[in-house]
């Protein structure tokens, strides 16, 4: 699909900038993980965690570090994949491990299944078919075990984000999404912005919990969040990873969770 190969040239753009940055980061020997997230994993010191869309694999790596048996990462990017194990090696991760997939056919290339499957910070735009997705995300999950997605809110996605940051509402977006909305520049939340074809499509709410339930989910949890795991302009970082903007209280969410199991 034109789609999914722009954007995996436009993330591989960024692969190299996003190690040095994550390298430097994870350093500390540190987790760093947003606390609405940390907070609703809970203890998952033992368990398995498959990470969809783990980009260079900090976040792979700071899960791990919360007592993981085994994490395996994900990532459309040879380069993010080639990074990634690369920053495994760096700290000494043994039993983290990446493959290079579109999520959307991860299934016909990895059957094992895990405790927990994750995706969080900027990932179910980048898909254009969320029926498919959810039928992978159940197939790579254990009977009992339990899927996590955090990530930015569709209702969020609908306005003009440079006018956001002026504390101003302007519709820009379509929620009902049935064409993905091309732009050309990525990244900026850890290197600089590149310019690069992308695409991206926004999935309104309905159609990401429907997809979960069609695929044999029963959902434990919907949380919405006032904070954003990126600095969108004009915004302060009240928590470590989560910002929120200067001239909007809680009027606006900005990102959400869903926890759901296997339907018994
Ligand atoms: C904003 S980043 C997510 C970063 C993530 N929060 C993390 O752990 O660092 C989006 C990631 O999704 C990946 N991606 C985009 N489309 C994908 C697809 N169809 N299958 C797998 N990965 C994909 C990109 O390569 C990129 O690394």
Redesign the pocket.
């Known amino acids: 699909m034109k789609e999914?190969n722009e954007?995996?040239k436009a993330?591989?753009m960024l692969s190299k900038d996003h190690y040095e940055h994550y390298k430097k980061r994870l350093s500390d020997n540190k987790i760093h993980i947003n606390e609405n997230i940390i907070n609703e994993l809970g203890d998952i010191k033992g368990k398995s965690l498959l990470?969809?869309?783990?980009?260079?694999?900090?976040?792979?790596i700071s899960l791990a570090r919360l007592g993981l048996n085994q994490a395996v990462g994900?990532?459309?990017?040879e380069s993010?994949v080639f990074y990634a194990n690369q920053l495994a090696k760096d700290f000494k991760m043994n039993h983290v491990s990446f493959i290079e997939?579109?999520?959307?056919k991860l299934d016909e290339i990895h059957h094992e299944k895990y405790d927990i499957v994750f995706t969080?910070?900027?990932?179910l735009g980048?898909?254009p078919d969320l029926k498919k997705w959810a039928k992978v995300v159940r197939s790579m999950m254990k009977d009992d075990g339990y899927f996590y997605v955090y990530d930015s809110h569709p209702f969020f996605h609908l306005f003009d984000e440079d006018l956001l940051s002026l504390g101003e509402t302007k519709l820009k977006y379509d929620y009902f999404n049935v064409k993905a909305d091309e732009a050309d520049e990525i990244g900026g939340?850890a290197s600089d912005v590149k310019h690069a074809k992308n695409y991206w499509w926004n999935h309104s709410f309905s159609d990401i919990i429907n997809a979960l339930i069609e695929a044999g989910l029963e959902i434990n949890y919907l949380h919405e969040f006032d904070t954003l795991f990126w600095q969108n302009g004009n915004m302060d970082e009240v928590k470590p990873y989560l910002f929120k903007y200067k001239h909007f209280n809680n009027q606006l969410p900005l990102s959400y969770s869903i926890k759901a199991t296997v339907k018994r």
């Open positions: 999914i954007n995996k993330w591989s990470h969809l869309q783990c980009n260079t694999g900090a976040d792979t994900v990532d459309l990017s993010n997939s579109d999520v959307l969080s910070e900027g990932v980048w898909l939340y």
